[in-house]
Protein backbone atom coordinates (compact mmCIF):
# COMPACT_ATOMS: atom_id res chain seq x y z
CA UNK A 1 0.00 0.00 0.00
CA UNK A 2 1.73 3.52 -1.43
CA UNK A 3 1.86 6.40 1.34
CA UNK A 4 2.34 9.34 1.39
CA UNK A 5 5.81 10.34 1.85
CA UNK A 6 7.39 13.74 3.10
CA UNK A 7 11.32 14.72 2.70
CA UNK A 8 13.48 17.13 4.47
CA UNK A 9 15.32 19.51 2.22
CA UNK A 10 18.46 18.96 4.73
CA UNK A 11 18.38 15.00 3.68
CA UNK A 12 21.26 13.69 1.66
CA UNK A 13 20.51 9.77 0.93
CA UNK A 14 17.45 10.48 -1.26
CA UNK A 15 17.24 13.23 -3.96
CA UNK A 16 13.93 13.78 -3.85
CA UNK A 17 12.22 17.27 -4.03
CA UNK A 18 10.08 18.01 -0.94
CA UNK A 19 6.86 17.95 -1.64
CA UNK A 20 3.38 15.62 -1.48
CA UNK A 21 2.27 12.76 -3.30
CA UNK A 22 -1.58 13.05 -3.09
CA UNK A 23 -3.73 10.31 -2.92
CA UNK A 24 -5.35 9.98 -6.26
CA UNK A 25 -1.67 8.52 -7.85
CA UNK A 26 -2.49 5.46 -6.03
CA UNK A 27 -5.86 5.12 -7.38
CA UNK A 28 -4.64 5.62 -11.13
CA UNK A 29 -1.94 3.49 -11.19
CA UNK A 30 -4.36 0.67 -9.05
CA UNK A 31 -6.74 1.76 -12.17
CA UNK A 32 -4.12 0.57 -15.20
CA UNK A 33 -3.43 -2.94 -13.42
CA UNK A 34 -6.98 -3.67 -13.55
CA UNK A 35 -7.58 -3.11 -17.16
CA UNK A 36 -4.62 -4.54 -18.39
CA UNK A 37 -5.68 -7.34 -16.54
CA UNK A 38 -9.64 -7.33 -18.04
CA UNK A 39 -7.55 -6.81 -21.27
CA UNK A 40 -5.39 -10.08 -21.33
CA UNK A 41 -8.82 -12.32 -20.87
CA UNK A 42 -10.60 -10.85 -23.35
CA UNK A 43 -8.03 -11.56 -25.66
CA UNK A 44 -7.85 -15.29 -24.12
CA UNK A 45 -11.91 -15.43 -24.91
CA UNK A 46 -11.77 -13.94 -28.57
CA UNK A 47 -9.97 -16.82 -29.56
CA UNK A 48 -10.95 -19.78 -27.34
CA UNK A 49 -8.20 -20.42 -25.60
CA UNK A 50 -8.85 -20.62 -21.61
CA UNK A 51 -6.85 -17.96 -19.16
CA UNK A 52 -5.14 -20.79 -17.18
CA UNK A 53 -4.35 -22.61 -20.98
CA UNK A 54 -1.99 -19.96 -21.79
CA UNK A 55 0.08 -19.68 -18.54
CA UNK A 56 0.56 -24.13 -18.83
CA UNK A 57 2.27 -24.10 -22.59
CA UNK A 58 5.78 -24.22 -22.66
CA UNK A 59 7.68 -22.05 -25.12
CA UNK A 60 8.36 -25.41 -27.44
CA UNK A 61 4.30 -26.32 -27.34
CA UNK A 62 3.76 -22.28 -28.43
CA UNK A 63 6.38 -22.80 -31.07
CA UNK A 64 4.08 -26.40 -32.47
CA UNK A 65 1.15 -24.35 -32.28
CA UNK A 66 2.02 -21.49 -34.29
CA UNK A 67 3.73 -23.85 -37.17
CA UNK A 68 0.72 -25.97 -37.15
CA UNK A 69 -1.54 -23.43 -37.70
CA UNK A 70 0.64 -21.77 -40.32
CA UNK A 71 0.77 -25.26 -42.44
CA UNK A 72 -3.27 -25.91 -41.85
CA UNK A 73 -3.58 -22.19 -43.40
CA UNK A 74 -1.39 -23.57 -46.34
CA UNK A 75 -2.46 -26.94 -47.11
CA UNK A 76 -6.28 -25.49 -46.64
CA UNK A 77 -6.16 -23.91 -49.98
CA UNK A 78 -6.31 -27.11 -52.05
CA UNK A 79 -7.65 -29.24 -49.45
CA UNK A 80 -11.13 -29.68 -51.62
CA UNK A 81 -8.85 -31.18 -54.34
CA UNK A 82 -6.52 -32.82 -52.84
CA UNK A 83 -6.35 -35.84 -50.38
CA UNK A 84 -3.96 -34.28 -47.77
CA UNK A 85 -2.64 -38.06 -46.81
CA UNK A 86 -1.92 -39.71 -50.09
CA UNK A 87 -1.69 -36.44 -52.21
CA UNK A 88 -4.48 -38.18 -54.62
CA UNK A 89 -6.25 -35.81 -57.09
CA UNK A 90 -10.12 -36.85 -55.87
CA UNK A 91 -12.36 -38.72 -58.02
CA UNK A 92 -14.40 -36.70 -60.84
CA UNK A 93 -12.65 -33.72 -60.07
CA UNK A 94 -11.37 -31.55 -62.90
CA UNK A 95 -7.98 -29.38 -61.98
CA UNK A 96 -7.65 -25.29 -63.33
CA UNK A 97 -5.17 -25.49 -65.85
CA UNK A 98 -3.02 -23.06 -63.77
CA UNK A 99 0.03 -24.56 -61.66
CA UNK A 100 -0.71 -25.92 -58.25
CA UNK A 101 1.51 -25.68 -54.98
CA UNK A 102 1.40 -28.43 -52.09
CA UNK A 103 2.85 -27.74 -48.96
CA UNK A 104 3.64 -30.70 -47.20
CA UNK A 105 4.77 -31.25 -43.63
CA UNK A 106 5.79 -34.31 -42.17
CA UNK A 107 5.47 -34.09 -37.95
CA UNK A 108 5.11 -36.76 -35.01
CA UNK A 109 2.29 -34.87 -33.75
CA UNK A 110 3.91 -32.66 -31.37
CA UNK A 111 6.01 -30.59 -33.45
CA UNK A 112 7.41 -31.27 -37.08
CA UNK A 113 9.98 -32.73 -37.99
CA UNK A 114 10.68 -31.80 -41.99
CA UNK A 115 8.33 -29.75 -44.50
CA UNK A 116 8.53 -29.26 -48.22
CA UNK A 117 6.41 -28.51 -50.80
CA UNK A 118 5.01 -30.08 -54.15
CA UNK A 119 4.43 -28.28 -57.79
CA UNK A 120 1.91 -30.09 -59.28
CA UNK A 121 2.16 -28.64 -63.42
CA UNK A 122 -1.70 -29.19 -64.65
CA UNK A 123 -1.91 -29.75 -68.74
CA UNK A 124 -4.51 -28.76 -70.61
CA UNK A 125 -6.15 -30.84 -72.32
CA UNK A 126 -5.61 -30.39 -76.36
CA UNK A 127 -9.13 -31.34 -77.80
CA UNK A 128 -9.02 -33.71 -81.50
CA UNK A 129 -9.98 -31.91 -84.44
CA UNK A 130 -11.58 -32.62 -87.88
CA UNK A 131 -8.79 -32.07 -90.90
CA UNK A 132 -10.86 -33.65 -93.33
CA UNK A 133 -14.50 -34.22 -93.24
CA UNK A 134 -16.76 -32.99 -95.97
CA UNK A 135 -19.54 -31.44 -95.84
CA UNK A 136 -21.32 -33.31 -98.68
CA UNK A 137 -21.19 -35.86 -101.08
CA UNK A 138 -22.95 -37.10 -104.21
CA UNK A 139 -23.54 -40.92 -104.74
CA UNK A 140 -24.92 -42.05 -107.71
CA UNK A 141 -27.62 -44.67 -106.99
CA UNK A 142 -27.30 -47.14 -109.75
CA UNK A 143 -23.31 -47.13 -109.73
CA UNK A 144 -22.71 -46.80 -105.56
CA UNK A 145 -21.64 -50.76 -104.16
CA UNK A 146 -22.43 -51.69 -100.66
CA UNK A 147 -18.43 -50.96 -100.05
CA UNK A 148 -18.27 -47.38 -101.03
CA UNK A 149 -15.83 -45.72 -98.50
CA UNK A 150 -15.97 -41.95 -97.48
CA UNK A 151 -12.95 -41.03 -95.38
CA UNK A 152 -12.52 -38.85 -92.49
CA UNK A 153 -9.45 -37.42 -90.97
CA UNK A 154 -8.71 -36.16 -87.40
CA UNK A 155 -5.45 -35.06 -85.34
CA UNK A 156 -5.07 -34.76 -82.24
CA UNK A 157 -1.62 -32.85 -80.61
CA UNK A 158 -1.80 -35.14 -77.20
CA UNK A 159 -3.67 -38.35 -78.38
CA UNK A 160 -2.81 -41.09 -80.51
CA UNK A 161 -5.46 -41.12 -83.21
CA UNK A 162 -5.66 -44.90 -82.70
CA UNK A 163 -6.73 -44.44 -79.40
CA UNK A 164 -9.58 -41.81 -80.32
CA UNK A 165 -13.07 -42.86 -80.25
CA UNK A 166 -15.90 -42.16 -82.82
CA UNK A 167 -20.34 -42.54 -83.08
CA UNK A 168 -22.31 -41.73 -86.45
CA UNK A 169 -25.91 -40.69 -86.21
CA UNK A 170 -27.79 -40.60 -89.24
CA UNK A 171 -30.65 -38.87 -90.61
CA UNK A 172 -33.00 -40.40 -90.98
CA UNK A 173 -32.24 -43.50 -89.01
CA UNK A 174 -34.66 -45.81 -89.89
CA UNK A 175 -33.02 -46.81 -93.38
CA UNK A 176 -29.84 -45.64 -92.59
CA UNK A 177 -27.19 -47.53 -95.07
CA UNK A 178 -23.89 -46.26 -93.62
CA UNK A 179 -21.75 -48.12 -90.70
CA UNK A 180 -18.09 -46.73 -89.47
CA UNK A 181 -14.68 -48.28 -89.28
CA UNK A 182 -11.76 -46.81 -87.45
CA UNK A 183 -8.42 -46.36 -89.51
CA UNK A 184 -4.58 -45.27 -88.79
CA UNK A 185 -5.80 -41.43 -89.91
CA UNK A 186 -9.32 -41.14 -88.55
CA UNK A 187 -12.11 -43.14 -89.68
CA UNK A 188 -13.93 -44.61 -92.51
CA UNK A 189 -18.15 -44.45 -92.89
CA UNK A 190 -18.71 -46.92 -95.21
CA UNK A 191 -21.92 -48.10 -96.98
CA UNK A 192 -23.76 -51.34 -95.89
CA UNK A 193 -26.20 -51.72 -99.21
CA UNK A 194 -26.26 -51.46 -102.66
CA UNK A 195 -27.67 -48.05 -103.16
CA UNK A 196 -29.60 -49.60 -105.96
CA UNK A 197 -32.19 -50.63 -103.95
CA UNK A 198 -31.80 -47.04 -102.38
CA UNK A 199 -34.92 -44.58 -102.55
CA UNK A 200 -33.92 -42.19 -100.17
CA UNK A 201 -32.88 -38.66 -102.06
CA UNK A 202 -30.59 -37.62 -98.91
CA UNK A 203 -28.78 -38.61 -95.65
CA UNK A 204 -27.03 -36.01 -92.60
CA UNK A 205 -24.31 -38.37 -90.89
CA UNK A 206 -23.68 -36.50 -88.10
CA UNK A 207 -19.96 -37.45 -86.39
CA UNK A 208 -18.29 -36.84 -83.20
CA UNK A 209 -14.86 -37.66 -81.94
CA UNK A 210 -13.33 -38.26 -78.02
CA UNK A 211 -10.31 -38.37 -76.42
CA UNK A 212 -11.11 -39.78 -73.34
CA UNK A 213 -11.35 -36.20 -71.95
CA UNK A 214 -13.37 -33.99 -74.74
CA UNK A 215 -15.85 -34.76 -77.54
CA UNK A 216 -16.03 -32.71 -80.69
CA UNK A 217 -18.57 -32.01 -82.74
CA UNK A 218 -21.26 -33.51 -84.50
CA UNK A 219 -19.65 -32.44 -87.50
CA UNK A 220 -22.49 -33.25 -90.41
CA UNK A 221 -21.59 -34.91 -93.93
CA UNK A 222 -24.36 -34.69 -96.06
CA UNK A 223 -24.85 -37.04 -98.71
CA UNK A 224 -27.42 -36.79 -101.52
CA UNK A 225 -28.82 -39.88 -103.28
CA UNK A 226 -28.57 -38.92 -107.63
CA UNK A 227 -30.25 -40.11 -109.99
CA UNK A 228 -32.70 -42.52 -108.10
CA UNK A 229 -34.70 -44.57 -110.33
CA UNK A 230 -38.12 -44.75 -109.74
CA UNK A 231 -39.72 -48.49 -109.86
CA UNK A 232 -42.58 -49.39 -112.18
CA UNK A 233 -45.93 -49.47 -110.35
CA UNK A 234 -48.90 -52.18 -111.64
CA UNK A 235 -51.86 -49.81 -112.71
CA UNK A 236 -54.61 -52.98 -112.69
CA UNK A 237 -53.43 -55.24 -110.49
CA UNK A 238 -54.85 -57.02 -107.29
CA UNK A 239 -52.53 -57.97 -104.58
CA UNK A 240 -53.44 -61.79 -105.79
CA UNK A 241 -55.18 -62.05 -109.38
CA UNK A 242 -57.63 -64.81 -109.95
CA UNK A 243 -58.50 -65.99 -113.84
CA UNK A 244 -61.13 -68.29 -114.65
CA UNK A 245 -60.78 -70.17 -118.29
CA UNK A 246 -62.59 -73.21 -119.31
CA UNK A 247 -61.39 -76.08 -120.71
CA UNK A 248 -61.52 -77.11 -124.25
CA UNK A 249 -60.68 -72.89 -125.19
CA UNK A 250 -58.76 -71.95 -128.45
CA UNK A 251 -55.22 -71.20 -128.69
CA UNK A 252 -54.24 -67.77 -128.59
CA UNK A 253 -57.33 -67.01 -126.45
CA UNK A 254 -56.49 -63.39 -124.18
CA UNK A 255 -56.95 -63.71 -121.00
CA UNK A 256 -55.32 -60.69 -119.34
CA UNK A 257 -53.04 -57.60 -119.85
CA UNK A 258 -51.21 -55.77 -117.13
CA UNK A 259 -50.74 -52.24 -117.27
CA UNK A 260 -47.64 -50.39 -114.96
CA UNK A 261 -46.94 -46.67 -114.82
CA UNK A 262 -42.92 -45.55 -114.33
CA UNK A 263 -42.28 -42.06 -113.52
CA UNK A 264 -38.85 -42.12 -115.81
CA UNK A 265 -40.61 -41.94 -118.76
CA UNK A 266 -37.44 -42.72 -120.50
CA UNK A 267 -37.61 -46.46 -118.96
CA UNK A 268 -38.83 -49.58 -121.28
CA UNK A 269 -40.98 -51.68 -118.90
CA UNK A 270 -40.80 -55.33 -119.70
CA UNK A 271 -42.88 -58.43 -118.54
CA UNK A 272 -41.85 -61.58 -117.22
CA UNK A 273 -43.36 -64.72 -114.59
CA UNK A 274 -41.91 -67.43 -112.52
CA UNK A 275 -42.05 -70.83 -113.44
CA UNK A 276 -41.36 -69.84 -116.76
CA UNK A 277 -42.09 -73.27 -118.04
CA UNK A 278 -45.84 -74.27 -118.33
CA UNK A 279 -47.49 -75.88 -120.98
CA UNK A 280 -50.99 -73.84 -121.38
CA UNK A 281 -50.22 -70.21 -120.52
CA UNK A 282 -47.82 -67.34 -121.74
CA UNK A 283 -46.85 -63.37 -120.74
CA UNK A 284 -46.08 -61.49 -123.26
CA UNK A 285 -42.81 -59.37 -122.22
CA UNK A 286 -43.72 -56.24 -124.26
CA UNK A 287 -47.23 -55.99 -124.07
CA UNK A 288 -47.97 -58.12 -120.61
CA UNK A 289 -50.98 -59.88 -122.31
CA UNK A 290 -51.54 -63.52 -120.69
CA UNK A 291 -52.94 -65.94 -123.48
CA UNK A 292 -53.33 -69.60 -123.74
CA UNK A 293 -50.59 -71.20 -126.18
CA UNK A 294 -51.81 -75.01 -125.88
CA UNK A 295 -55.73 -76.86 -125.59
CA UNK A 296 -56.60 -78.27 -122.26
CA UNK A 297 -59.03 -80.83 -121.40
CA UNK A 298 -60.13 -80.52 -117.52
CA UNK A 299 -61.36 -84.44 -117.24
CA UNK A 300 -58.27 -85.56 -118.57
CA UNK A 301 -56.06 -83.65 -116.49
CA UNK A 302 -58.00 -84.05 -113.16
CA UNK A 303 -58.61 -87.93 -113.35
CA UNK A 304 -54.94 -88.55 -113.94
CA UNK A 305 -53.97 -86.35 -111.30
CA UNK A 306 -52.70 -83.41 -112.90
CA UNK A 307 -52.90 -80.16 -111.72
CA UNK A 308 -55.98 -77.47 -112.94
CA UNK A 309 -54.53 -74.24 -111.22
CA UNK A 310 -51.47 -72.61 -111.79
CA UNK A 311 -49.94 -69.90 -109.89
CA UNK A 312 -47.61 -67.45 -111.21
CA UNK A 313 -45.02 -64.64 -109.77
CA UNK A 314 -45.64 -61.30 -112.11
CA UNK A 315 -42.19 -59.82 -112.57
CA UNK A 316 -42.04 -55.39 -114.54
CA UNK A 317 -38.58 -54.83 -114.93
CA UNK A 318 -36.96 -51.00 -116.30
CA UNK A 319 -33.86 -52.96 -116.37
CA UNK A 320 -33.04 -51.77 -112.64
CA UNK A 321 -35.73 -51.59 -110.25
CA UNK A 322 -38.54 -54.32 -110.49
CA UNK A 323 -42.41 -54.77 -109.02
CA UNK A 324 -44.06 -57.82 -108.38
CA UNK A 325 -47.64 -59.29 -108.22
CA UNK A 326 -49.46 -62.98 -108.46
CA UNK A 327 -51.64 -64.08 -110.27
CA UNK A 328 -53.79 -67.40 -110.03
CA UNK A 329 -54.85 -69.22 -113.01
CA UNK A 330 -57.38 -72.22 -113.09
CA UNK A 331 -59.43 -74.25 -116.05
CA UNK A 332 -62.72 -74.25 -115.49
CA UNK A 333 -64.46 -78.06 -116.14
CA UNK A 334 -67.56 -77.68 -118.69
CA UNK A 335 -70.02 -80.74 -118.50
CA UNK A 336 -69.04 -82.46 -121.95
CA UNK A 337 -72.30 -83.91 -123.95
CA UNK A 338 -72.89 -87.46 -124.75
CA UNK A 339 -71.93 -88.72 -128.16
CA UNK A 340 -73.99 -91.95 -130.09
CA UNK A 341 -71.88 -94.12 -132.27
CA UNK A 342 -74.74 -93.83 -134.88
CA UNK A 343 -77.33 -90.94 -135.26
CA UNK A 344 -79.86 -93.05 -137.60
CA UNK A 345 -81.03 -96.46 -136.11
CA UNK A 346 -83.48 -98.92 -137.72
CA UNK A 347 -85.78 -101.15 -135.47
CA UNK A 348 -87.98 -103.90 -137.70
CA UNK A 349 -90.54 -105.70 -135.94
CA UNK A 350 -93.61 -107.65 -136.91
CA UNK A 351 -97.30 -106.05 -136.51
CA UNK A 352 -98.72 -107.48 -133.09
CA UNK A 353 -100.86 -106.51 -130.73
CA UNK A 354 -100.82 -103.01 -128.61
CA UNK A 355 -98.26 -103.00 -125.80
CA UNK A 356 -95.55 -104.87 -127.03
CA UNK A 357 -92.05 -104.80 -125.58
CA UNK A 358 -90.29 -103.81 -128.83
CA UNK A 359 -86.95 -105.55 -129.83
CA UNK A 360 -83.76 -103.13 -128.82
CA UNK A 361 -82.34 -101.12 -131.19
CA UNK A 362 -78.77 -101.86 -129.71
CA UNK A 363 -78.18 -97.68 -129.14
CA UNK A 364 -74.31 -97.27 -128.31
CA UNK A 365 -73.48 -94.02 -126.39
CA UNK A 366 -70.69 -92.81 -124.50
CA UNK A 367 -69.90 -89.71 -121.88
CA UNK A 368 -66.47 -88.63 -121.82
CA UNK A 369 -66.97 -87.18 -118.14
CA UNK A 370 -68.46 -91.45 -117.39
CA UNK A 371 -71.73 -90.01 -116.01
CA UNK A 372 -74.82 -92.23 -115.97
CA UNK A 373 -76.43 -91.70 -119.41
CA UNK A 374 -80.70 -91.55 -119.51
CA UNK A 375 -82.36 -91.95 -122.74
CA UNK A 376 -85.45 -89.63 -123.61
CA UNK A 377 -87.72 -90.40 -126.19
CA UNK A 378 -88.94 -87.32 -128.98
Not at 31 to 38: D, E, G, I, Q, Y
Not at 116 to 131: C, D, Q, S
Not at 293 to 311: C, H, K, P, Q
Request: aromatic share 10%.
Amino acid sequence: MFKTITTSTTTTAHHFKTETYPEYWYLFARKVVLMNAVLIINLCMKYNRPYAEIDKRTKAQKRADRIMAAQERKTKVRSDVFDRRSLECEQNRSLDYDNVVIYVTCTDGMQPSDEGHLMVYVIKNIPPEFTDLPREEILPQQSTSSDFTIPIVVTDADTATTSLSYAINCEPSASCPFSRTTTSTGADIKTTVDFSTIQVPAFDIHVTVNDGDTTVGSNVLSVYVENINDIPVFANAESDLKIGVEENTAVGTLLYTYFTTDLDSVDVVTYSWTPTTNSYFDIDSASGQISTIAEFDYDNLFYVGFATSFRFVVRATDTKDTATTTVTISIVNVNDVPTLSNTHYVLNDTENVGETLLSSPNIDASDPENETLRYIGL
